[in-house]
């Protein structure tokens, strides 16, 4: 089955830049779709179709996918960005054919 | 604005089953797919399957193939997932969640506790 790989962890200071990457085989050529989940909340979406961003999503939220990783970028790093993040592609390369989610990414601002 | 709202918190003993609806307002019930994800305490995100509110085809993840149901109700928006044989493993909170390809709009989510 097909596999995302993400950091565990990645620490960012305020106003700085955080990049969390989501590694999977030729994964540059999948639509990937990213999720941010705060602390007893229900994901939400920031980052449909590689780059989009959902009305509402701040535009410091921005992605990118190429060869074996896709990468979410949040720019002006905020407090409130602190959250797990996961990636998610739509594989249907298997006889059961779904979504994967990625291992998830926890940001934390220092 | 769209919602999805689901039911309340289970308690179940293993061997039992559980049903979780989810009851969508704010968009056409029909014009989405129903995705239902499921999140044990400090764990990742794991899709369990889809339906097709139209249709009602469904499609599941092989953890799950034989052991979970997808339904749902048009006439009221609603959605529901059944899972069988419950174990300890599968306490978790479930979601539902509106798209297909992603997952545009999510349920609050459905704590369920299996224990003896």
């Known amino acids: 089955s097909y596999v995302l790989t993400q950091p565990p962890s990645v620490s960012v200071a305020p106003g700085k830049t955080a990049r969390i990457t989501c590694g999977g085989n030729?994964?540059?050529?999948?639509?990937v779709h990213w999720y941010q989940q705060k602390p007893g909340q229900a994901p939400v979406l920031v980052i449909y179709y590689d780059s989009d961003r959902p009305s509402g999503i701040p535009e410091r939220f921005s992605g990118s996918n190429s060869g074996n990783t896709a990468t979410l970028t949040i720019s002006r790093v905020e407090a409130g960005d602190e959250a797990d993040y996961y990636c998610?592609?739509?594989?249907?390369?298997?006889?059961?054919?779904?979504?994967?989610f990625g291992t998830g990414t926890k940001v934390t601002v220092l | 604005q769209v919602q999805l709202v689901q039911s309340g918190a289970e308690v179940k003993k293993p061997g039992a089953s559980v049903k979780v609806s989810c009851k969508a307002s704010g968009y056409t019930f029909t014009s989405y797919d129903i995705n239902w994800v499921r999140q044990a305490t400090g764990q990742g995100l794991e899709w369990m399957g889809w339906m097709n509110p139209n249709s009602g085809n469904t499609g599941y993840a092989q953890k799950f193939q034989g052991r979970v149901t997808m339904t749902r109700n048009t006439s009221i928006s609603t959605a529901y997932m059944e899972l069988s044989s419950l174990r300890s493993e599968d306490t978790a909170v479930y979601y539902c969640?509106?798209?297909?390809?992603?997952?545009?709009?999510w349920g609050q989510g459905t704590l369920v506790t299996v224990s003896s």
């Open positions: 030729n994964i540059g050529s999948k639509s």
């Open positions: 969640a509106r798209g297909s390809g992603s997952c545009l709009d």
């Open positions: 998610q592609v739509w594989d249907s390369s298997s006889d059961h054919p779904g979504y994967v």
